[in-house]
C-alpha cells in the first residue's frame, strides 16, 4: 500500500508556471511508476505525465510536451510536475497516481488531486 499526497496547486495567469508535488508513504517508494493526470469538471481523467521508478524514463501527453516536466526525487519520497507556459486549457484538477507497471492508464494507487486553474 501506499498513500500519495499531491500539493502545490492554485491560480495562475496564461503564460505562467506552477511545480505539483506528490509525495508518498508506506510501501517502498522505488517499486512504483509515477503519473500524474488531469480531470476538468464533467471530463475523463486524462494522462498528463509519467515517470519510471530510477527517474530514467519519461512519458508525457502530446499537449504538454515541451511545457511540463516530471522529475522524481526518491531521497524525498517525491516526484514534481514543473508545468510551464500554463494556459487556461490546464486548468483542471491533477492527480497523481502509483503503480508497479509502466503505464498511462490503470494506475492502483491515486492521490486525493490538487487544483490548477489558468486565468486569461
Known amino acids: 500500500q501506499v498513500h500519495l499526497v499531491e500539493s502545490g496547486g492554485g491560480l495562475v495567469q496564461y503564460g505562467g508556471s506552477l511545480r505539483l508535488s506528490c509525495t508518498a508513504s508506506g510501501r517502498t517508494f522505488t517499486d512504483f511508476t509515477v503519473g500524474w493526470f488531469r480531470q476538468t469538471p464533467g471530463g475523463n481523467r486524462a494522462f498528463v505525465a509519467c515517470i519510471s521508478w530510477t527517474g530514467a524514463m519519461a512519458d508525457y501527453a502530446d499537449s504538454v510536451v515541451g511545457r511540463f516536466t516530471i522529475s522524481r526525487d526518491n531521497s524525498m519520497n517525491t516526484v514534481y510536475l514543473q508545468m510551464d507556459s500554463l494556459k487556461p486549457d490546464d486548468s483542471a484538477v491533477y492527480f497523481c497516481?502509483?503503480?508497479?507497471?509502466?503505464?498511462?492508464?490503470?494506475?492502483?494507487?491515486w492521490g486525493q488531486g490538487t487544483q490548477v486553474t489558468v486565468s486569461s
Open positions: 497516481a502509483a503503480d508497479t507497471s509502466w503505464r498511462r492508464s490503470g494506475y492502483e494507487y
